[in-house]
T-cell receptor, first 112, second 113 residues
């Protein structure tokens, strides 16, 4: 089992809708979680981090964490065509902290 | 100027050639990383360094070497390039605390023919 798993998609939503992206992780002791957005051919850009169970909101983005079920999700409200990108979930290696494990990403397309 | 700069942005090279990818940063971060990204495989760690005298292999280090010339500079070398090293390469930096995530460079698209 991979450390971090995401549905690769593609996920398509109409403009203005809510996009829901999910990520599961295998290490029960993981404490922090990160979402990156990556436009095609560009580098990943950090958009959200979450450390505690529950929801964390930042503008149109909401990260949700459920440590008991080992999943973290990202909701994008009022989706815009500019949100079309691949979204990567990342979890740091807890035992040594030497690296982050990345999911393979979910491709999102927002249809105007 | 970008916080993490990679050169070159694009490179086409022939099989068997030696090539170096360079990364420099102005973030002041101690930790630097080299990843490659392939479709369907995501980001995979090649090498990482926590300071000038610390170099560590990642999960896919075979065929690669690195040099940490200074706190701000970390270069990746392909000693004898092969076609399956064709990929998008990213340099990243981070603070010591795992709480802040990575800052990525803009990437180098490498094609080995």
């Amino acid at each position: 089992q991979k450390e971090v798993e995401q549905n690769s998609g593609p996920l398509s939503v109409p403009e203005g809708a809510i996009a829901s992206l999910n990520c599961t992780y295998s290490d029960r002791v993981s404490q922090s979680f990160f979402w990156y957005r990556q436009y095609s051919g560009k580098s990943p850009e950090l958009i959200m981090s979450i450390y505690s169970n529950g929801d964390k909101e930042d503008g149109r983005f909401t990260a949700q964490l459920n440590k008991a079920s080992q999943y973290v999700s990202l909701l994008i409200r009022d989706s815009q065509p500019s949100d079309s990108a691949t979204y990567l979930c990342a979890v740091p290696q807890e035992d040594t902290g030497n690296q982050f494990y990345f999911g393979t990403g979910t491709s999102l397309t927002v249809i105007p | 100027d970008a916080d993490v700069t990679q050169t070159p942005r694009n490179r086409i090279t022939k099989t068997g050639k030696r090539i170096m990818l360079e990364c420099s940063q102005t973030k002041g971060h101690d930790r630097m990383y080299w990843y490659r990204q392939d479709p369907g495989l995501g980001l995979r760690l090649i090498y990482y360094s926590f300071d000038v005298k610390d170099i560590n292999k990642g999960e896919i280090s075979d065929g690669y070497s690195v040099s940490r010339q200074a706190q701000a500079k970390f270069s990746l070398s392909l000693e004898s390039a092969i076609p399956n090293q064709t990929a998008l390469y990213f340099c990243a930096t981070s603070e010591r605390s795992r709480a802040y995530g990575y800052t990525f460079g803009s990437g180098t698209r490498l094609t080995v023919v």
